[in-house]
């Protein structure tokens, strides 16, 4: 069974920046990809990032050119580095893995990690 571990969240001024990882433990198949949502109060949970497990980005319009997303393939690990954060970006983020299985394509989630941008 797939489990994600994220880490890396708090809280951060506008303009600053923060670092979140996600370490995925159990077997998972390629190809696969990987990447962060974020759910902010009263809102439905958006896509932020995705990534291949080759390495092709996909962004969100709202954070195109502030935040990038990386992974390491030995480590089983996701990143997305966070930049130039505004209040907008306060939301509960997850990390999220897409992944083949014998029954077709399945979805693992963590348990979320809070980040609030606010001075």
């Known amino acids: 069974q797939v489990q994600l571990v994220e880490s890396g969240g708090g809280l951060v001024q506008p303009g600053g920046s923060l670092r979140l990882s996600c370490a995925a433990s159990?077997?998972?198949?390629?190809?696969?990809?990987m990447g962060w949502y974020r759910q902010a109060p009263g809102k439905q949970r958006e896509l932020v990032a995705t990534?291949?497990?080759?390495?092709?980005?996909n962004y969100a319009d709202s954070v195109k050119g502030r935040f990038t997303i990386s992974r390491d393939n030995a480590k089983s690990t996701v990143y997305l580095h966070m930049n130039s954060l505004r209040p907008e970006d306060t939301a509960v983020y997850y990390c999220?893995?897409?992944?083949?299985?014998?029954?077709?394509?399945?979805?693992?989630w963590g348990q979320g990690t809070q980040v609030t941008v606010s001075s």
């Open positions: 990534i291949t497990s080759v390495g092709s980005t």
């Open positions: 159990g077997i998972i198949f390629s190809p696969n990809t």
């Open positions: 999220n893995v897409h992944y083949p299985s014998w029954t077709g394509y399945r979805d693992a």
